[in-house]
């Protein structure tokens, strides 16, 4: 009976943050598949949509850091809520809006409230999640974000095609207000250090974000930590931005083809994070399974940019390296968790998460370049490169592990 009631448990935790970060990868990926009719609908060009998706993205990463702090200070919990709401929002207004500077302004409220999720949901899931299931949690909490990705284009393109753009943006948001309505229901399922702080001392208002200050973001296992995620984000970054271009130039494939190898690595990569998972959970070793995949990954880019493959062999080695880099990352956070000092979750996790968006940002134009100046296989060989980098960075934040706070079973 008490097994039964853990995995109720359990799968209600992972339900409520599982939800509420697909939907924060939806609103990421919301508007770009409505660009066409915005553009007829404020008379912008593409550069102007494109600055929405930009200033999302620094909206979000401008402001996850202090997120961060107000997690561990007031708990996970009132800020994820906080966040559904902003971001809901935000999405959903844009459908009422008649200018365009509206639209912006709403996009950064938008992305002020998805700045909240990786912060509030790595607290909860630390605090809330036994060492047994911790893995498995942490890739469930990937794959959900990548499930919002996979979900966002086709979901908004037949809710425009059933009721216009405005709508279809309304009825985004208001799948914001699902989720916040769950979370006032079975939120008290949700704990994180903040909260246990506060119930220590006797329900008082003071959390942990005091303690230490900036000072366990500047930890040299933090630090390497957000360097090996400006690593693995330059990886998917380049790959997803670029590959396609590369192998038309390189390997003298067609666009569909070479779209299709693509896809073989997207898809390659959601399996691969829930294998991650278990895999998380039964060994320790989480360095060197995360070395392992990226050693591979090198190996497989570089053969790419140095020789001639048929399409099946394209096909067969990015799924091989979309299978690694997606197993990489439920032993990636175990690794996060381990260097984090307790009562820092919400930091930490903030701080390296933002390396994510400094490395998306930096790798397009990067390898934008390197096609410009006609050096196609280059992609690949600074994509292996970077790799292997990343296998330096595992290895210094091994050498400065922390003791982990034991979450609640």
């Known amino acids: 009976m008490a097994v039964s009631a853990e995995r109720k448990r359990y799968a209600a935790i992972m339900g409520m943050i599982g939800s509420g970060h697909a939907l924060s990868h939806f609103y990421l990926l919301a508007l770009p598949p409505l660009f066409p009719l915005l553009k007829a609908e404020f008379g912008v060009g593409y550069a102007a949509l494109g600055l929405l998706v930009t200033l999302f993205n620094v909206a979000t990463g401008l402001v996850q850091v202090p997120a961060g702090f107000l997690v561990d200070r007031i708990g996970a919990r009132r800020v994820l809520m906080a966040g559904l709401v902003l971001s809901g929002l935000g999405i959903g207004l844009i459908g009422l809006a008649s200018e365009y500077w509206m639209v912006l302004g709403l996009v950064a409220i938008a992305g002020l409230g998805n700045s ?9 899931l ?19 974000g990548n499930v919002g990705f996979t979900l966002a284009p086709a979901t908004m393109i037949l809710l425009s ?9 309304g009825l985004a948001g208001l799948a914001a207000i699902a989720v916040l309505g ?11 250090d903040a909260t246990a702080s506060r119930a220590a001392v006797g329900g008082g208002a003071a959390g942990t974000a005091g303690a230490g200050g900036f000072r366990p973001l500047l930890t040299p296992g933090v630090l390497t930590m957000f360097a090996f995620f400006v690593c693995i984000a330059m990886v998917t970054a380049g790959v997803q931005s670029f590959s396609v271009t590369a192998l038309v130039d390189l390997q003298g494939i067609g666009l569909a083809p070479a779209n299709t190898v693509l896809t ?3 898809m390659a990569s959601a399996g691969g994070v829930l294998l991650g998972g278990p895999l998380a959970d039964r060994t320790s070793r989480h360095g060197l399974v995360a070395a392992a995949a990226m050693l591979g990954s090198a190996v497989l ?13 394209l096909i067969a080695v990015f799924a091989a390296v979309g299978l690694l880099q997606g197993s990489v990352r439920p032993s990636r956070d175990m690794l996060v968790r381990a260097v984090t000092p307790k009562g820092a979750t919400g930091r930490v996790f903030a701080f390296v998460s933002t390396g994510l968006n400094l490395g998306a940002a930096v790798t397009p134009v990067l390898f934008g370049l390197l096609i410009d100046l006609g050096h196609a296989q ?4 600074l994509l292996a490169a970077i790799l292997l980098l990343a296998i330096a960075t595992v290895g210094v934040a091994r050498a400065r592990r922390v003791p982990a706070a034991a979450p609640a079973e």
Do not use: E
């Open 378 to 381: 280059w992609t690949f060989f």
């Open 264 to 266: 073989a690595f997207l």
């Open 116 to 124: 909240v999720f990786h912060p509030a949901d790595y607290a909860v």
């Open 161 to 169: 095609s059933l009721w216009g753009w405005r709508a279809a943006l």
């Open 301 to 313: 880019l570089f053969f790419v940019g140095s020789a001639q493959l048929p399409l099946l062999a």
């Open 182 to 192: 769950v979370l006032l229901v079975y939120g008290h399922l949700l704990k994180d």
């Open 126 to 144: 630390n605090a809330s999640i036994g060492p047994r299931r911790i893995g498995r949690a942490f890739a469930l909490h990937t794959f959900a």
